[in-house]
């Protein structure tokens, strides 16, 4: 008798302990089921309910400042990419989670750095995309290491209706990696800390940059006028190209085309000073600040981006894990190990709010390099930066 009171203490005791989280997401399909099976796993291991809502993604920063000092907000939110993270920082809805994530060895350094705000770790990164150079084993049977490679391998297929590299040139976002490996930055970063009073974007480097760009056009005849991402997806998927600059975002229309590919970094340019390091997009879970379950909620946070859980959620949707050994469990997936590589050579998109005045006047300034040639690249990207740096309040 004294046993089984006992035993029903302890029962009562893990009810009384047990909380009930809410988390919100904008997760759709494979992705929300994953998540609930999620949370599911995790009541029957700690007794506390997770509650699943589904928010709309653009919605979901502006309804946590409004509702998380009301103590109206969620424990949680899965996922939200790093170019909030200094917005909810400043506001003081999300709390650093460096006290609950004591290790950060599995995950991606880049990654991690895209998380940090002021030194500490604002988010727990679940996964990150870069772009990277798609190419087509019928027609460059292997990667091109070098960029006289590449160059010979682009050559080589341009003729006839096929083009042997493409890319949009007037795409900032996608031509970043140019930029950085010639020394252009967006924020000098010193120690971890953007200085958004140092804007890199009309240094020498990037000029040299944006004559490299022109070339490709002008120079080198790879990629006509008139080329954006579409038109180039459009001519892999149909056997056209050799070879594509693109995201995870295409690969399940490449995959669908049946098209033989391999994937890889681009190569040094001509004359850089770097390696490419094009920008990564980090989406992590943020905690709330203003909590009452911070240790319950960080620990379904740190279930859900434990290795295994992030190999299932690459199985739910496709997405490239942060987690080191979840990618060595998926070596055998080629879209994984191939932007895995492009993610850990990257550079993380800045993650001030700053980040908001530099988008129109430096892609307005790339796009304007590459529309005829030898132009004067210093004269534009001193007026975009002039314009970025006005804006910076």
């Not at 809410?22 to 029957?44: N, P, Y």
């Not at 400042?65 to 170019?83: E, R």
């Amino acid at each position: 008798m004294k046993k089984a009171l006992t035993i029903l203490s302890l029962a009562l005791l893990g009810q009384a302990n047990a909380a009930t989280i809410t988390v919100w997401t904008h997760f759709g399909d494979s992705e929300l089921a994953w998540l609930r099976t999620q949370a599911a796993q995790f009541k029957t291991k700690t007794g506390h309910t997770v509650n699943v809502v589904s928010v709309p993604f653009d919605q979901i920063p502006d309804k946590l400042i409004q509702s998380a000092p009301k103590g109206q907000g969620p424990d949680l939110v899965t996922t939200l990419p790093q170019d909030r993270l200094g917005q909810l920082a400043a506001a003081g809805v999300i709390e650093p989670m460096d006290r609950y994530i004591t290790s950060k060895t599995d995950l991606d350094k880049t990654a991690v750095s895209a998380m940090t705000y002021g030194g500490k770790l604002f988010s727990l990164p679940m996964f990150a995309e870069a772009v990277a150079v798609v190419y087509n084993k019928k027609l460059v049977p292997s990667a091109p290491t070098s960029w006289n490679a590449f160059l010979a391998a682009a050559k080589k297929n341009t003729s006839s209706g096929r083009y042997g590299y493409l890319a949009d040139l007037s795409n900032a976002y996608m031509q970043f990696g140019i930029i950085s490996a010639y020394g252009g930055y967006v924020f000098k970063n010193t120690g971890g800390t953007l200085n958004t009073k140092d804007v890199g974007l009309a240094n020498a480097g990037a000029g040299k940059a944006s004559a490299f760009l022109n070339d490709l056009r002008y120079k080198y005849n790879l990629v006509p006028e008139g080329v954006d991402g579409g038109a180039a997806k459009s001519a892999f998927v149909d056997g056209r190209l050799a070879m594509f600059l693109t995201g995870p975002w295409d690969m399940g229309d490449i995959k669908k085309a049946g098209i033989d590919y391999g994937i890889m970094t681009f190569p040094t340019p001509p004359g850089a000073t770097g390696k490419w390091s094009p920008f990564v997009g980090v989406q992590g879970t943020m905690l709330n600040a203003y909590s009452r379950n911070k240790a319950a909620a960080a620990q379904f946070a740190k279930q859900i981006g434990s290795s295994d859980a992030q190999v299932a959620f690459n199985k739910a949707g496709g997405r490239i894990p942060v987690s080191l050994s979840a990618r060595t469990k998926l070596k055998s997936d080629p879209v994984v190990v191939g932007f895995g590589k492009s993610i850990s050579a990257g550079t993380p998109m800045p993650n001030v709010p700053q980040m908001g005045a530099v988008w129109g006047p430096w892609s307005s300034a790339i796009a304007q390099s590459v529309q005829k040639p030898g132009q004067n690249y210093g004269q534009i990207l001193d007026k975009a930066v002039q314009e970025i740096s006005s804006n910076i309040k």
